[in-house]
């Protein structure tokens, strides 16, 4: 039974120098067109079982879009899956693009979530990033958000960009200490291949903070939002108590979950499909009313299991022990063990890529 929904919306104002999402600046798609072959796709799925908990808007900047086309859309929806029992519908929204107003339009419709992409608190940072806010917009926005009623505010923020030490993140944690939100993702700026940062990294020209300074800025961030009471429950996540994300649980519990729009993926029945990465193609393949999907593999059993290893080890929840009866040598010191599972400690979360690398030459050998 799939149980999140998740819609892409590739719209975006600008294009940020690290982001790998597929997002367009001059989309070749109205708002409201793209809208209407989302529906259209979903209808091309009649197939499918839908046990619904959870929707999700993420993009893309789906903040871009006026909260008035979400009525429209969420309506259109309910005419083909059933929403009575979806619990948690979040949106991603830029500090920039919402005001009070636009908030309090979106909790009418029964958005209970806000995931605003604050990215730095300083100043400094966020030119860096190359974003086009400023701090005091982001605080507005977390501000007209609980206004109209949010309590589920969480905050994306990013760690280890050029010129970030561990004074400014600090700094950062400070601020972040009063803006009373209920969730906080902070990810690792990773320089992706096909990105400026990417671009400028390979050649030498990007200066990040050593992997000592990124071990220490993780700790920092992980004591810091425990001791504010959050609770670290995957690798980059931090709720307080009641307020972990319901959508992203689907992810790392290896639950069913669907999703339209460009480049989105999904996880049905053992299947993992993704859709095209190319905004021209998936207009065109919708509306010939083919799916327009670009990648599809089954998940044997092996696979299945890595699969679940994979997302589930980024959690506190942890695997089972029995998928993972002995650990590879070397990799005993990164985990801890509670109730027949197998967890990683902190160590561990900073080297997850290279443990999992081990953990799949052992399934697969
Ligand atoms: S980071 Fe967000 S706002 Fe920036 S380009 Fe990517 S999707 Fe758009």
Same mark, same amino acid.
């Given at each position: 039974m799939v149980k999140g929904l998740y819609f892409h919306v590739p719209f975006c104002s600008y294009k940020c120098p690290y982001c790998d999402f597929v997002s367009v600046v001059d989309a070749p798609v109205g708002h409201e067109?793209?809208?209407?072959?989302?529906?259209?796709?979903l209808s091309l799925y009649q197939d499918l079982n839908f046990y619904l908990k959870t929707l999700y808007f993420g993009g893309g900047t789906p903040s871009s879009v006026s909260p008035v086309l979400y009525e429209k859309f969420l309506g259109g929806l309910s005419?083909?899956?059933?929403?009575?029992?979806?619990?948690?519908?979040?949106?991603?929204c830029n500090p920039e693009s919402y005001g009070l107003e636009d908030f309090r339009i979106l909790r009418s419709l029964g958005f209970n979530r806000v995931s605003i992409g604050v990215q730095s608190l300083r100043e400094e940072g966020l030119k860096t990033l190359?974003?086009?806010?400023?701090?005091?917009?982001?605080?507005?926005?977390?501000?007209?958000?609980?206004?109209?009623?949010?309590?589920?505010?969480n905050i994306d923020l990013i760690y280890g960009y050029p010129g970030q030490g561990l004074e400014e993140l600090r700094?950062?944690?400070e601020i972040l200490s009063?803006?009373?939100?209920?969730?906080? =993702?902070?990810?690792? @700026?990773?320089?992706? !291949?096909?990105t400026q940062f990417g671009q400028l990294y390979q050649r030498g020209l990007l200066s990040l903070p050593d992997q000592d300074t990124l071990a220490d800025m993780y700790q920092l961030i992980c004591e810091?939002?425990?001791?504010?009471?959050?609770?670290?429950?995957?690798? =980059?996540?931090?709720? @307080?108590?009641?307020? !972990?994300?319901?959508h992203n649980l689907i992810y790392w519990t290896h639950e069913e979950f669907f999703g339209l729009g460009v480049s989105a993926w999904s996880f049905v029945q053992n299947e993992r499909f993704g859709n095209t990465r190319n905004i021209k193609l998936y207009i065109h393949k919708v509306k010939q009313e083919q799916k327009p999907i670009e990648y599809w593999e089954k998940l044997k059993d092996k696979e299945k299991i890595y699969d679940y290893i994979f997302v589930a080890l980024r959690t506190s929840l942890g695997v089972d022990k029995n998928l993972i009866p002995q650990l590879p040598e070397g990799l005993e010191e990164f985990f801890t063990e509670e109730k027949g599972k197998l967890k990683l400690n902190k160590r561990g979360m900073l080297l997850i890529n290279e443990i999992l690398l081990k953990l799949r030459q052992e399934i697969f050998t």
């Open positions: 067109e793209y809208f209407s072959l989302l529906l259209k796709e005419t083909l899956v059933d929403l009575s029992r979806v619990e948690e519908v979040t949106i991603e190359g974003r086009k806010h400023s701090v005091r917009d982001a605080i507005m926005s977390i501000k007209n958000a609980q206004k109209a009623g949010f309590e589920n505010i700094e950062e944690i009063c803006l009373g939100v209920s969730h906080v =993702s902070f990810y690792l @700026l990773t320089p992706y !291949e096909d810091s939002l425990e001791s504010m009471g959050f609770l670290h429950y995957e690798i =980059s996540n931090f709720a @307080l108590p009641g307020f !972990e994300c319901k």
